[in-house]
C-alpha cells in the first residue's frame, strides 16, 4: 500500500513563499514513480500544478506557476518538495501530492493512482 502524506500548508501574504513536502512509503515502485502536485480551489476542478520523475528529475510545470514554483525531490529519503514563491491570492488551494506508478510525466489526474490527503495552502491579498 502506497501513502503519501503532504506537509507544509499555511497562511500566508502575496508575495511570500511556502515549501510543501510529501512523504512517499510502502511499494518500492515509488523509485521509477513521477510525483505530481496537483490544487483544487474552492468551487474549482482539480488541476496540475508540476511534476518530477524520481528517475532523472526530469519536470514538467503548469504554465501559471513556471518561474515561481520548484519541484524536487530527495531519493533517500522519498521527499517530494514544492517550492512556492511570489505566491498570489489565486494560489490558495488544497494541495496535493500525487503518484502515477507508470512513471509519466503526465499533467492528467486520471494518470495519477495515488493520492495524499492535501495540505490548505492561503494567500491573502
Known amino acids: 500500500q502506497v501513502q503519501l502524506v503532504e506537509s507544509g500548508g499555511g497562511l500566508v501574504q502575496a508575495g511570500g513563499s511556502l515549501r510543501l513536502s510529501c512523504l512517499g512509503s510502502?511499494?518500492?515502485?515509488?523509485?521509477?514513480?513521477?510525483m505530481g502536485w496537483f490544487r483544487q480551489a474552492p468551487g474549482k476542478e482539480r488541476e496540475f500544478v508540476t511534476a518530477?520523475?524520481?528517475?532523472?528529475?526530469?519536470?514538467y510545470y503548469a504554465d501559471s506557476v513556471k518561474g515561481r514554483f520548484t519541484v524536487s525531490r530527495d531519493n533517500a529519503k522519498n521527499m517530494v518538495y514544492l517550492q512556492m514563491n511570489s505566491l498570489k491570492p489565486e494560489d490558495t488551494a488544497v494541495y496535493y501530492c500525487?503518484?502515477?506508478?507508470?512513471?509519466?510525466?503526465?499533467?492528467?489526474?486520471?494518470?495519477?493512482?495515488?493520492w495524499g490527503q492535501g495540505t490548505q495552502v492561503t494567500v491573502s491579498s
Open positions: 500525487a503518484a502515477d506508478p507508470g512513471g509519466r510525466l503526465s499533467p492528467a489526474i486520471y494518470d495519477y493512482d495515488y
Open positions: 510502502g511499494r518500492t515502485f515509488i523509485s521509477t514513480s513521477t
Open positions: 518530477i520523475r524520481w528517475r532523472g528529475g526530469d519536470t
